[in-house]
């Protein structure tokens, strides 16, 4: 069980830490580059090697000062991200070298994690029957279960209504719509060029999408929710929330998930100046945080991997190479660059 | 039953018609006052002679033109307003000459009701056992089925949790307030002014009232919220939206049932630029119309009045006289100067 085959002392772990609390789109001056040994794992605790990291708009949040849902990276502290890899030396009874595992693993090559921590449900063996290791950081892994429990235990699709999300091409997006396709609603995207408005309508089966740097989705989303919007998936926030908010449905949900077009402002958010249409329409606007589900995400996998498996799922990663690259990639997610989850591929098993 | 003692012909109608749509706060000048002889009831329908009109935030948004949850009153058409009456003629087996009826009346001495509209629920007599017709205006009526409905079907309060309501010291407040007290909550008002404040403490027993014209909300809303805000009904909008916003426990429920900083905005809503609280908190942001619950006005009445008869639940109307103060009395809801329900008196029975 317990062993430990490779000499971690010649190993070094290079690290992406937090340098300073970056004011707008975050520079490569924000980020500092460090490296360390790589130590034997405490009793009872492991040692994994980064092979992918998950990069996620709401990492920009976790970069703010001040209270949210999680507490924000320290100054001075590897960066938090969620990733997979392989244990590489093993004092815990559940783990073993060789093993594929789901991990807050941080911004770094190799990641020590403590016995503490994986008593968690936050880290977890990932069974490659069931997706890649890339499907294990999309759909089958934050980005897809955040999409899942929103869209099902929060906007509470019925069949035959109308369902829009924002991102649509990105990752929670693309398990939203084809989530939503699934239990037998129209669902409409919204996404940013002809390219990704394409591929979610021909490869994921979406029955519309609106490309919002091409100009009027107020129209468009007229056009395309003939009878209005029942349930809003919102990755974004600001125009487009109160676009949507102009075409609710008697009883809509919009589930608020996120809002990538406000994380990097230095103005304050924009707020909806739309939201009466809530009164107007009996309508209401919830939160999500996926970490309130974690119990439940066995079954959920289990539910994905199925749609993976029988075809009605597809699972687009955007990969980039090179832990350096790092401070560049994740700005993909804030300019749109991304199509499709955006990985880290940080090494190969 | 169907019987006519007085002379209609000899009486006539004074009315108030919407002359224009306002810009901003409404001015005489966007009312007419018109005159037009009282007809005998139609077949079916009956005369009523209009003793008071409950005079409400939300009349503001039926002068707009545009689409909402009601149809906005029409150039030239009679102001829609709900009162208390008492039948002079009758034409319906249902009606009796003298009863004293609660119905959408319209800003007149006399309105006569066909026999398609009697028989919607919006037209009943009224038990003045259970209530003054002022009461019937108050709590037993709109404003008090709007904060019970959207309190308790919306808001969803649990003993011991902290509700949190603004326009504390207006119809539908008073009523929300109170209604949480009895059902087990700490109970904090925001209300305009150092009287509404003790009033609403010491008079309706709210455990604290914030006097938001004195200056510091957000501090005074920590200290009377020190566990968060589980439940906000909220009646005003604005900047004290925002404020609550930023004070959400976890799982929190906003009651949207309007937005009465907003209304005479001659620039858009100003949207709640804290709304990601919802998501930090997964809380929700709900509409509440009041016109959805009618099929459960009686329970609820039956409950608030017994509520008035054991004294638990307190009533207050500020009753102006006279139809022809209409245009300026209504502003009294605007600029904060009603204390407690506003009632336009247009004659005795």
């Known amino acids: 069980m317990a062993s430990s085959p490779t000499p971690l002392a010649s190993l070094t772990n290079r690290q992406v830490r937090l340098a300073a609390r970056p004011v707008g789109l975050p520079t490569r001056a924000d980020w500092n580059f460090t490296t360390e040994p790589v130590a034997e794992p405490e009793a009872g605790g492991i040692v994994v090697k980064t092979l992918a990291l998950s990069l996620d708009p709401a990492m920009r949040g976790w970069m703010n000062e001040g209270k949210s849902y999680i507490a924000p990276v320290e100054i001075g502290a590897v960066m938090r991200a969620g990733g997979i890899g392989v244990v590489m030396a093993s004092k815990a009874p559940a783990f073993a070298v060789g093993d594929l595992v789901s991990a807050g693993l941080g911004v770094q090559q ?64 693309q398990t939203v719509g084809q989530l939503a396709k699934i239990k037998g609603c129209r669902v409409v995207g919204i996404a940013g060029g002809a390219a990704k408005c394409a591929w979610v309508v021909k490869e994921l089966g979406f029955d519309a999408c609106i490309d919002y740097k091409a100009g009027n989705v107020r129209d468009e989303l007229k056009a395309a929710c003939p009878k209005g919007v029942d349930v809003y998936f919102d990755n974004v926030g600001g125009e487009i929330l109160d676009t949507v908010l102009g075409r609710l449905a008697r009883k809509a949900r919009i589930v608020i998930c996120g809002a990538i077009s406000q994380y990097n402002n230095t103005t304050p958010v924009q707020g909806p100046k739309n939201y009466l249409s809530l009164l107007v329409n009996r309508a209401r606007m919830e939160g999500i945080v996926v970490f309130d589900y974690t119990d439940r995400f066995p079954r959920a996998v289990a539910e994905m991997a199925g749609y993976l498996k029988d075809g009605r799922m597809k699972s687009k990663e955007d990969v980039v190479e090179g832990l350096d690259t790092f401070p560049e990639t994740l700005l993909k997610l804030f300019n749109g660059e991304n199509f499709g989850k955006l990985v880290l591929r940080v090494a190969s098993a």
Chains 1, 2 share one sequence.
Not at 117 to 124: A, D, H, P, T
Not at 132 to 147: A, I
């Open 110 to 173: 190799y990641c020590s994690i403590p016995a503490a921590e994986l008593k968690r449900s936050g880290v977890f063996r990932i069974d490659t029957r069931l997706g890649t290791p890339e499907q294990w950081l999309n759909v089958l892994g934050m980005p897809g279960m955040t999409g899942y429990f929103g869209l099902m235990d929060v906007g509470q699709p019925q069949p035959g209504e109308t369902v829009v999300v924002s991102g649509a091409a990105g990752a929670v997006g």
